[in-house]
């Protein structure tokens, strides 16, 4: 039995700030003149942000030294996949009315649109092994190259968005550069620089 | 400040209008933002008065107006047409304003006048989302002379029968409801008549996304989404788009014999 940890349930309620804010708006008018499109780009935005600090997790603690943090990696995870859930929901359900034809039609004739159905479906296993039980049955090595697919739906997640924008490049491009970062610090180099940097080793 | 409307009805449809709050909160201004609510917040630095439109080009009698000398020479009609933005949403729009025909014949075009080109104010100042090049600045558009002086083609000086709110395109921008809304530039400053087919803005920024024409088409879609279908703002569910935003009876005799897959 584990003991009670205050940091977790202090970021599970974090994580669920978001989703109250939708409803709030969504509930107040606060959606604005069209709503399908809103709680589309907001589920979509807390999705690439929650990725994103999802990956933050083993730089923060190999570099920083942050190995508290190392045990909310599952949560953070599985909050980008549960509004990775709520975008797609959107989308099938108050954008697309279930109309599969359409549906089909948008995933397999314009590529923004595959690249993020790939994305979402590159997560669906990674939340289904989530579990301490998966882990056991799969075996570290293979959980841990399996997990490796979310490196690929960040970089997707980031692909759909910038394909989306009319004009300005700058929202899926801080998404990309965050990103691009957080792949970079994970380089053999970024790991040599550790003792130059003053960190804790975390060993 | 309310506006006098000496005609009513004309071209008007009998569908319910969007919400005044919709109409002057959910708007793509690029001039002031990209964000839809942008417009609204930010727009209130646009100077409307002092406000000059120069007329100019293949005319016999090029001119500088003054927005009151316009509003006072031209008898202003409501117009309730139909809006269908390029991304797939719609409203209905009860404009004020008088036909662009009327303007371009106080210039007299000569027969060198093939197209009308028309471009938005350039003021950093005043616009700040010119400050950063999102978009290729002033922001342009144009039409053929046969669009432009289709009885349909309002230059339009309010909405709900009040003065236009800046960010709806104060003090006077065009309507064209059977285009995209990107057709209908906002805050026109110059407006020229010309032999040549002119460069638009958003055809330069992605020209195989948003046409010269641009005449709302169900069949041809964008190359990210489908047009076929139409969110109404204030309705959840969509409707099917129509040929020329539903105005096909007035205006599909302008592009006989024309390839519309071709010329989008």
Known sequence: ?203 | ERLEVAVRGRFSTDEAPTSYASVTGYNNFYEFGVNKRDPARLAGSLRTRPWTVVVEGACERPRTFDIDELLRRFPLEERVYRLRCVEAWSMVIPWVGFPLAALLKAVQPTSEARYVAFETLHDPEQMPGQRRRILDWPYREGLRIDEAVHPLALIAVGLYGEVLPNQNGAPLRLVVPWKYGFKSIKSIVRIRLVPEQPPTTWHMAAPDEYGFYANVNPDVPHPRWSQRRERRIGELRKRPTLPFNGYAEEVAHLYAGMDLRRFY
Request: proline fraction near 6%; aromatic fraction near 10%.
């Open chain 1, 1 to 203: 039995m584990r003991s009670p940890d205050p940091g977790k349930a202090a970021l599970f309620l974090l994580c669920l700030l978001p989703l109250g804010g939708l409803l709030w708006d969504a509930a107040s008018g606060g959606l604005g003149a069209n709503p399908v499109e809103a709680l589309s780009r907001r589920t979509g935005d807390w999705t690439l942000r929650l990725l994103l600090a999802t990956l933050a997790v083993t730089p923060l603690r190999r570099l920083a030294g942050w190995r508290w943090i190392a045990r909310q990696r599952r949560m953070l995870g599985l909050f980008a996949f549960f509004y990775a859930c709520l975008h797609v929901a959107n989308y099938l359900v108050l954008d697309q009315w279930l109309e599969w034809a359409e549906i089909v039609a948008d995933v397999l004739e314009r590529p923004w649109v595959t690249v993020g159905a790939v994305g979402f479906l590159l997560l669906v296993p990674l939340a289904a092994t989530s579990t301490d039980a998966a882990l056991r049955r799969l075996g570290g090595r293979r959980w841990k190259r399996l997990h490796r697919a979310v490196y690929l739906a960040a970089g997707l997640g980031v692909l759909h968005y910038l394909w989306l924008v009319k004009a300005d490049l700058t929202p899926p491009l801080a998404y990309g550069a965050v990103l691009a970062v957080l792949l970079l610090a994970r380089l053999p180099l970024a790991a040599a620089l550790r003792p130059a940097l003053g960190a804790p080793s975390g060993r």
